[in-house]
C-alpha cells in the first residue's frame, strides 16, 4: 500500500513538472539567434551558428531526461526509474512486491497467474484456468495376506439329484349322482332315503335338479364339480346313513332288534365282532385297515403309513368328545365318505 502512495505520488509530481515546463514553453518569448559573420579564413568558413539553447526547454526528440522528469512517449526510462501505470518494463526487471504483470508479461517463480493464461512450468494453477490437471484417482488398497484364500481351500459343493418326477396323469373327477348313490349303499349296507307319503324315497334323486343333474330340456350336461352345494348335501347322507347303521349293528348285538335284510353288501358292524369300547390298539388298528379298504380302496402298506396316522388320530380324539363307545365310530364312517378318495376317482 506504501509503495502504490509513493508512485502515484511521483506521478503526480512527473504530471506537475511536465505542465510546468509545457506552460514556459507557451508564455516565453523566442529568442533571436545570435549570428556572427565569421571571418572568410576562420574556421566553419563563414557558416552559421545557432547560440544554445535556454535553460528549461523541453529536451527534443532523443535526448534523455533528467531526473524526475516523465518520458514523452516511445520514450524508454533510464534505469532505477519506475515505469508508471501502463508503461511497459524493461527486458529483464522484475516487478516489485504487491504488483500484478500486464498482460503479455511472464510472471516469475511463485507468482499465480491470472485468470486464462497457461501457467509456466512449476506454477500451481488457479481453480478455474484452463490447463488444470485431472486428479488423478486413488490407487485401491489391496488385500491383506490373512484375507485371501488359498486356492486348495475352496471347495464347489455339488447340488443332489432332483427327485424322480411322477408320470402326468389325468385330474380326479367327482362321481355322478347314480354313481355317489350306489357307492353311499355299497359301503354302509344302507341308502340315504327319507319318507315321503308312507314310502322310502332316494334323497339324492329329489335333489338331481338342485345337485345339477341333467334333465334334457333346460340342460344336457350335468355339473360334476366339488361345489360348496355338493359337500353340503354329501355331509347330510354321511351323517344320516353312518348313524343308523351304528343303531342297527348296537341293536343286532344286543338281541332287542330284528335282523336287518341289507341293501347292499354286508361288510358287517363298524367294528368288527367285537364290542365298540372293548377293541384293543391293535383291534382298533386293523378295523382302520379294514374301513379304509371298504370306502376307499386302499390297501395300507403298513402301520406307519401317513393315511392310518391320521385316521388313528381321528378315532383317538372322538372317544374324548362323547362316553357312548361308539362315537369314534360314526365319526370314521362319516370322514371316510366326505373325504375326496370316496367321492372322485
Known sequence: MRKQSRRAYQTLLNLLSLSALICSACTAPSPEPDVQLMPSGGAGGGAVEMADQEAGEAPTAGEMPTAGE????????????????????????????GETPT????????EMPIAGETPTAGEIPIAGVIGEPEPEPEPEPEPESSELIPEETISVPIAEPPPPVDLPHRPRRRLNLDQLDRAIEQSVGLPWTETSRGRQIRSLSVLSDTLGKPDFIAQTVEDLSPSALFLKFLDDAARSVCVERVELDLASQSGLGEPTEWSGEDWGPLWGEGVPGALSATEVEARIHALMIRFHG?????????RVAYWRWLFETSSFVSDAPETPWVALCVAMITHPDFYSY
Open 298 to 306: 386302499h390297501e395300507p402298506t403298513s402301520a406307519e403309513d401317513a
Open 103 to 110: 498482460a503479455g508479461e511472464t510472471p516469475t517463480a511463485g
Open 70 to 97: 516523465m518520458p514523452t512517449a516511445g520514450e524508454t526510462p533510464t534505469a532505477g526509474e519506475t515505469p508508471t501505470a501502463g508503461e511497459m518494463p524493461i527486458a529483464g526487471e522484475t516487478p516489485t512486491a
